[in-house]
């Protein structure tokens, strides 16, 4: 089934798409999340290497479960015809009780159908104290339209 906003992209959709793929992966439900992307996608995640959607969803099943309380924002950086680049931000918590602040970037490509067939991330943690916390909403939820974004925050 088409995933609209389809490609080619412009501003617009673009930003719509990178929305989207924010509050999929803020739901932390891989298999909602695995559906945006191709049945045989390829990832690169960090030094991880998958392809499909069952491996997607058993990754994302992993990582939500040692990502406590984990709220991401995601931010478009450029965009053409059928690609999307993205840097982002996520704060999660150990089960130690260690927060953490990812940053990183992904390069983002997609079919005629508005699926991703390819996401490379590159990602680097930065241990935070808890009082360092900037992304605050309900876990529950998708991070509400009044919360400030990447560049409003200075990330």
Not at 78 to 85: G, L, P, Q, S, V
Not at 110 to 125: K, P, T, V, W, Y
Request: net charge negative; charged share 30%.
């Amino acid at each position: 089934m088409p995933r609209p906003p389809l490609p080619p992209f412009d501003h617009d959709s673009a930003v719509t798409k990178v929305r989207l793929a924010e509050d999929a992966w803020n739901s932390r439900d891989p298999e909602r999340v695995s559906l945006a992307y191709t049945p045989d996608s390829r990832w690169r995640n960090r030094s991880t290497f998958l392809t499909g959607r069952p491996a997607i969803v058993e990754f994302l099943s992993r990582k939500w479960a040692a990502e406590h309380e984990y709220r991401l924002i995601k931010e478009l950086w450029a965009f053409t015809d059928d690609r999307i680049a993205v840097r982002f931000a996520y704060e999660w918590r150990s089960d130690a009780g260690q927060w953490f602040r990812a940053y990183g970037n992904e390069n983002w490509r997609f079919d005629a159908e508005g699926l991703m067939a390819e996401r490379h991330a590159s990602i680097n943690d930065l241990a935070i104290e808890e009082g360092d916390r900037k992304f605050f909403w309900d876990t529950s939820a998708a991070r509400p339209a009044d919360h400030p974004g990447l560049s409003d925050l200075g990330l």
